[in-house]
C-alpha cells in the first residue's frame, strides 16, 4: 500500500488561488509575521505533513498601461514577500517539517543561488528543497530587473539547464567530502588539494573559482519542478526528484504521470526516481451539507476582477481588455502557455471569465472526513501519483487545522501516512535512500571524487 506524500503549498501573501481574503474566517493578515508561519509549521508538522511549499512571484500581474488597479485592489500576488528569509525561523521552530522555496532560474545568478541554497540546507539540517521555476512573469522581469527583451519560452528552459548544471557542479565537484580537517595544532581548516576550483563557460554564465560553502547534508537541495508544458515536462524528467502538477481528473492526471515516467525513463532514470504529487484544494466538515456550502462560500469569495487578475498573472493575458465575444486566440502571450491551452479551446473570453470561478486552480475535494479520506486514496490509487499538495481554503493556520484534526487521523488508520519519524533530510524522508542525490540524476556526473 502505497503511503501519501503530503505537502502544504503556501505563497507569502494574502491570498493564494481562492482570493478568499474577504472572508471572515480568513487569517493572512499576518502573513508578513514569522509568528503567521510558525503557527502553519507546528500544525503541518503535528500533522505528519512532509513539507511546506512556499510557491513565489517576484512580479505582478501587469498589461501594457502597467499594474490594473484590481490588482492592489485584490491583492493579486501583491504584496508577495520573500520566503526565503522565513525558513530558517521555521527550521527552529520544528524538528520534523521540511521546506521546499521557489527560486527562477531566469532571475538569479547560480553561484548566489548556489550559495543561499547550501547554507540553508546547513541551516535546516538538510531539510530544504529547491522549486525551480523559470519565471512565467516575463513582462515583471524585465521592467523590475530590467533583464531586457522578454525571453523565450524554450529558451528559458535551456537557459534553466545551463543553470542547473552550473549550480550542481558548485554543490557536487567543489569540495570533496573529507576537505575540512579542522586541525589546530597544525593550523589547517581545509585541504586545498581537496578544494577544486569550478571552471564554466557556457551560453548564458561564465564563472571561474571555488564554491564557498562547505558540503551540506545533502549537497544538493532536493529538487521540485512544476512545469506543464512538454518542455517543462521534459526539463522535469531530466532535473526534478519531484514534480508537481494541478491535474482536476483521475484520466488527466494518469495520462500526466504516465508521460513523465515515460520521459524520465529516457534519461536512464527509473520510475521511482521521482515522486509526482497533484495540487488539491481540501474542505471538509462534520456533515456533507456544511462542507458543500462552505466549499460554496469559498468559490463565491473573489471578484469576477480578482479572477481575472489571476489569470493576467499566470499569461500576461488581460481578459478584461479582451473583446468579450471572440475566443481567447485573439490575444497571445510569450509565457503562460499551459494555462492559455486550457482555456483557448473556442470558448468566448466572456464564457471564460464566468467559468473561472469553477475551474481556477485543480483538484477539489469536498466532504466529511470519511469521504475525504476515500477520496484521496481513489485518486492516488487509480493515477500513479505519490501524494498531494493540499492548497489554503480560507487562509491560515484554520486551513491546515481542519484537515489536520478530521482527517489525518483516518490516513493514519488506513496505513496511508509515513510514520512520525525521528529528523531527517528532505531527500531521506521522500525516498529512504539516503541524503545524496541519486546515482541517476543528472547532478551525479558532477560528484568530486578524492584523488
Known sequence: MKKFIL??????????????????????????????????????????????????????????????????????????????????????????????????????????????????????????????????????????????????????????????DLCCKLWEGSWEDDAVKLDRDNAVYADPRKVHSITHHGTHFDLEGNFTVIPSPQRTPTLFQAGASPRGRQFAAQTAECVYVQENSVGSARATVADIRARAASFGREPGDIKILNGVSIVVAATEEEAFEKRRELKAAPTDEMLAMHFLGWTGINLLRLDPQLPLSQAASEYGHSTIARYDDGRSVGEIIASLRETLGGLTITGTPQQVADAMEEYLDSTDLDGFLVEPTFGGEPSYREFVDLVVPLLRERGRMNPSVDPSTLRERLFANGDRVGDRHRAAKFRVTAE
Open 7 to 164: 505537502g502544504a503549498s503556501e505563497l507569502m501573501s494574502m491570498g493564494f488561488y481562492s482570493s478568499a481574503w474577504t472572508d471572515d474566517r480568513n487569517r493572512t493578515d499576518t502573513f508578513n509575521t514569522l509568528a503567521h508561519w510558525q503557527n502553519i509549521a507546528r500544525t503541518l508538522d503535528r500533522g505528519g505533513f512532509d513539507f511546506l511549499f512556499f510557491a513565489d512571484v517576484i512580479g505582478y500581474p501587469m498589461d501594457g498601461d502597467g499594474v490594473p488597479d484590481a490588482v492592489l485592489e485584490g491583492a493579486i500576488q501583491t504584496p508577495s514577500h520573500d520566503p526565503i528569509t522565513v525558513v530558517s525561523g521555521l527550521a527552529a521552530t520544528v524538528d520534523r517539517l521540511n521546506f521546499v522555496v521557489t527560486a527562477s532560474t531566469t532571475a538569479e545568478r547560480p553561484f548566489m543561488h548556489a550559495r543561499r541554497f547550501g547554507t540553508l540546507d546547513h541551516l535546516t539540517g538538510g531539510r530544504i528543497g529547491w522549486n525551480i521555476v523559470n519565471s512565467d512573469n516575463q513582462t515583471a522581469l524585465v521592467r523590475l530587473l530590467g533583464l531586457g527583451a522578454i525571453t523565450e519560452h524554450d529558451t528559458r528552459y535551456d537557459r534553466a539547464d545551463e543553470f542547473i
